[in-house]
RNA sequence: GCCAGUGUAGCUCAGUUGGCCAGAGCAGCUGAUUUGUAAUCAGCGGGUCGGGGGUUCGAAUCCCUCCACUGGCUCCA
């Protein structure tokens, strides 16, 4: 008999080579139709694996990450067997799970695969899932699996092998299809109910873009066709809600071939918005002491050679600007650190000085490739809300406490939930690949991770994230939909303040070199601007939107009494405008709720005798007719 | 940069075996209407069919090339 704990610390005993499936019988029939895998003493099994000693155990659902990735993986090689079986000779790559769905990189030698392939590949795959066959795991030799895939003419897999061990080898077959694979995987293909093949797209082998390139076809299935239903009206929202087309019809920004693919153009309703939204930020920063600058676009080709990104990005930037005569080479400004450890540097600095927040709004310009260019979110030019603390290794803790603080609060103003953080550290077994002491290194890694457990933040850890100059921190939220995205970051560095020899006089009378923190919360103006679009699907927050209200006169008439209004509104700071166009009300109404102007005064002769508005807000209707001065307390209770 | 796809009016899109002067809706302009909570009516203007080259009697349509965009891959100080 074996011993197997449950989550829930309950023991109980089984026949040796008891499966996890049988388990989950013996508990409840339910729970066992619903099993998908399973976690036996820390490692994700197949659900169906005997257990032949005592184990801890949980138990994996679709309700779980664990379980889904089970079913995903397995719905790859269920999607590998109905290539297999439309396409004869087809060769795989890998096929792993991913966050939403999977995709298997295949190779389909002189077949081309499109995009109208893709339902028939579904209709397999359905097809042979109701068949619901087992996946069968089965160990294998390392001859014997070579055997099996020079026999099946696959190189692929054979590359895979090379990399693997003797004795740890293993094989999953389902129907007529056998893959090379550690797994786990689900009990059968018949839980696989509703089947999505989204989208297609090369891939290089093993990530190399020197090698062949694949093809990688993406797709996703769940057990439910209703949830595959909901899954795609998701994707749906996200396309209505894309910030290229919500910034186009807003009217905040544009781009022009002429001026250069990856360079966003800001029209002025989104320069409104960038601007409340960068005067805000630097409000709260000076409340904590930053002190703004402005430092050029582009600065000597010394300064990045001093830094050391010339070295290690130089060939990938853009080309240096040359002066006419005198060949000075000048470099457009990829980053504003360089600028700033200058600053820092121009006289000499006391310890009393430090820490010293210097935050600008720096414009930066960096070469990325054009296939990754995409929208505000990766731009060649974008504005960074950046600043650079010196300080001594013990004040690090307390200003990456700030930075947490203020971040949170700025990002909970803008309203979002779900706020979390990555840790990144050193790799613990290659010391030799990092700068700086290893005293300061780990006062540094200590103080972030008492920093995030002061201010409440959920954080993961990775270690060996680390950059190689110090340890860093990245801000994650969730948006509307769920999404995850990255904001800015945190980063200690003991690299530059050596580089530019920065220094201060201590107490002591002695010299000694600062520590720098970078810090971009928001990591630029640009990408955080198309986050807040698609949270908010162009419905801004009232104190940040361009156009907090506009006055909708029922007759042409009435324009004046608008323009009345407008003034003593723009006296108590609520901005707006007037819609002047001949038009009926229902169309200005119309018109005003696409523009998502959150707040409609509708003004006809009633208002206007009265001295009052009618209040109609956004995506809510009608709120009512009051006077101005009701209509200012009633705003000034939105905010 | 690589693979695949897309590119027709300001926007959304028709226009596929190559063939009359390339279409629609919305937006714009002009006129009429002066309107009560999500589209008033009528008329008009607007396109080197992404750019260039080629095949052809004839190209939005076929071929080559360049550019931009989209989805991935690689990259991201």
Known sequence: MINITLPDGTVRQYEKGASSMQIAQSISEGLARNVLAATVNGEVWDATRPIHQDATLRLHTWQDKEGKAAYWHSSAHLMAEALEALYPGIKFGIGPSIDNGYYYDVDTGDTHLTPADLPKIEEKMLELARLKNQYVRREVSKQEAVDFFVEKGDEYKLELLEGLEDGSITFYSQGNFTDLCRGPHIPDTGVIKAVKLTSLAGAYWRGDEKRKQLTRIYGITFPKAQELKDYLDLIEEAKKRDH?????????????????????????????????????????????????????????KNLYVTSGHYAKYGADSFQPIHTPREGEEFLLKPMNCPHHCEIFGHRPRSYRELPLRIGEFGTVYRYEQSGELHGLSRVRGFTQDDAHIFCTVEQVKGEFLKVLELTQMVIRKMGFENFTAQISLRDPEKPEKYIGSDANWEAAEKAIIEATAEVDMVTTTAYGEAAFYGPKLDFMIKDALGRSWQLGTIQVDYNLPERFELEYIGADNQTHRPVMIHRAPFGSMERFISILIEHTAGKFPLWLTPDQFALLPISDRLIPYCEEIRQKLGEHDIRGFVDERTESIGRKIRDTELKRVPIMLIIGDKEAEAGHVSVRRQGQGDMGSMSIDEFITWFQTQL
């Open 244 to 300: 290229r087309k919500l910034g186009t019809e807003l009217e905040l920004f544009m781009f022009s071939e002429k001026v250069g693919q990856g360079l966003p153009i800001w029209l002025p309703k989104g320069t409104q918005l960038r601007e409340r939204l960068q005067n805000f930020l630097r409000a709260e920063q000076e409340k904590q002491g930053y002190q703004m600058v402005v430092t050029p676009h582009i600065g000597g």
